[in-house]
């Protein structure tokens, strides 16, 4: 079985900046894509960022320009470098992992939720 273990998240003010990480449990899992999601409080859960094992990025629209999401494969991480931080980018942040596609549409693995607020 393999676990999606993330660190960071936090409390940060409005143009500041948080690191996300999300490492594999296993190093023999390969995922075609890793990312994360991200879900605020009385909204649904919705993808932030995606990336593929051959590095095509995609992300939603409203972090454009101040995310920036990386992976290493040889260590089965994936990061999430997000700048510019605003207060409506406040919510609890997921790692994700899909076997196969060329995109994040269906996650076969979670990671656990990481908060990030950010203060006015």
């Known amino acids: 079985q393999v676990q999606l273990v993330v660190s960071g998240g936090g409390l940060v003010q409005a143009g500041g900046s948080l690191r996300l990480s999300c490492a594999a449990s296993?190093?023999?899992?390969?995922?075609?894509?890793m990312g994360w999601y991200r879900q605020a409080p009385g909204k649904q859960r919705d993808l932030v960022a995606g990336?593929?094992?051959?590095?095509?990025?995609n992300y939603a629209d409203s972090v454009k320009g101040r995310f920036t999401i990386s992976r290493d494969n040889a260590h089965n991480t994936v990061y999430l470098q997000m700048n510019s931080l605003k207060p409506e980018d406040t919510a609890v942040y997921y790692c994700?992992?899909?076997?196969?596609?060329?995109?994040?549409?269906?996650?076969?693995?979670w990671g656990q939720g990481t908060q990030v607020t950010v203060s006015s």
């Open positions: 994700a992992a899909e076997l196969r596609g060329n995109k994040l549409t269906s996650p076969n693995y």
């Open positions: 296993r190093s023999d899992f390969s995922p075609a894509a």
């Open positions: 990336i593929t094992r051959g590095g095509t990025t």
